[in-house]
């Protein structure tokens, strides 16, 4: 009677004469490192390893990864959020990676600056729309996040400034 075979013993039955070339073994290595930096980026954003820590990981690390200062940059370039405290993440940048935080901060000022001037510019736009309706009073107030052209306008600042990170990211 013929035997039943797993789904397991079909798998190494067909794949018993498969080995990995070296540039897909690097690309696996490549791959498992970007997955321990980004667990340990959100460890140390979370607050359960610190500065220290991330110094440490990375002097004993990249002796083996040449890459791994660039994986680590381009993490931490994912994490900033304009509207967010980035001090944590520029902390990295700069004591653990060497690299002037300057011109991050200078593209974060410039964006909350636009966002500070838009909101202004809408609110008065906003108010003028409802005094021609009639709605007026000095307790009428409008109400950004209820408005669509705002939110539209927020999100493509939000994608203007991504695009101006990964343009430091890349120089």
Do not use: C
């Amino acid at each position: 009677m013929a035997e039943i075979k797993s789904t397991l013993d079909l798998i190494m039955e067909r794949t018993k004469n498969l080995t990995m070339t070296e540039d897909e073994k690097k690309a696996v290595q490549k791959k498992e490192l970007e997955g321990r930096i980004k667990g340990y980026v959100q460890k140390y954003i979370d607050g359960i390893v610190d500065i220290i820590d991330m110094r440490s990981y990375v002097e004993s690390e990249e002796s083996k990864f040449p890459e791994l200062r660039q994986i680590l940059r381009q993490e931490i370039l994912e994490h900033i959020q304009p509207d967010s405290d980035n001090g944590k993440l520029l902390l990295v940048l700069e004591q653990v990676l060497g690299t002037a935080p300057k011109p991050i901060d200078k593209l974060i000022a410039s964006f909350r600056n636009n966002i500070n001037t838009a909101m202004v510019s809408r609110k008065k736009n906003l108010k003028k729309e409802l005094e021609r309706k009639r709605i007026s009073g000095s307790s009428v107030v409008p109400n950004l996040d209820r408005d669509e052209v705002w939110q539209e306008h927020i999100k493509k600042l939000k994608s203007d400034f991504k695009n101006q990170l990964i343009s430091i990211k890349d120089n």
